[in-house]
Structures are given as C-alpha cells and as structure tokens.
C-alpha cells in the first residue's frame, strides 16, 4: 500500500472514530433536523453540558459538525449532512445482521 493511500485510510478511520459514540451518534441524529443551540443538545442527549461540549468538539474537530455564535448562545449544524447516508447505511448493515441471525435462530 502506498503512503499516501494508507494516510487517507487513517483520516478516514479517525472520522469514524469520531462519530463512533453514542452521544455523539445521537447529537449527529438531532442535527439531522437543522442547526441547534447547545442548551438542546444537552436537554435532547440527557447527558451534562460539559460533557455534550466534549463531544461536540470532536464532531468539530473532525470537520462533521460547524458552529456560530448567536449572542451568548454557540449554535451547532452539520458541516457534512452526507454523514446521515453513512449513518443510515449502518442501520441498514443492523437490520440485515438481525434478519441474518432471527433465520439462523428459527433453524434451531
């Protein structure tokens, strides 16, 4: 494998680790509907504020999410909505592991 392949594999990996959490999964999901102020995400995910704003600077950092500043209030969209394809793709990949395994099962 060449350098430059193997380098685009790690930038890719290192976005799916990034989407790779369930509160951030879920912050990814609740962006699906438009741009969010902080407070929501918070209320939407249940989890703390602090911890919310750790996951969303690493949506951030991977270049998933964007932000901008509305007053006091920091609001989040999505930079890359083609995310939610992949998203969906993986529920996609779920559902037919479930059928895969409910066939297996009912033989037994």
Do not use: W
């Not at 989407?19 to 209320?43: F, M, N």
């Not at 969906?88 to 395994?101: A, F, G, K, P, Y």
């Amino acid at each position: 494998m060449k350098d430059k392949d193997l380098r685009l594999y790690e930038m890719k990996a290192e976005i799916i680790q990034a989407v790779g959490h369930p509160i951030r999964l879920a912050i990814i999901d609740y962006l699906s509907d438009g741009e969010q102020c902080v407070c929501d995400i918070t209320d939407h995910v249940g989890a703390e504020r602090s911890n919310v704003s750790r996951h969303l600077a690493v949506l951030l950092k991977s270049g998933v999410v964007e932000c901008r500043k509305d007053g006091l209030k920091v609001i989040y969209s999505l930079r890359t909505p083609c995310i939610l394809k992949f998203l969906s793709c993986v529920t996609d990949v779920l559902r037919e592991h479930c059928q895969e395994t409910k066939a297996v099962l009912q033989r037994l």
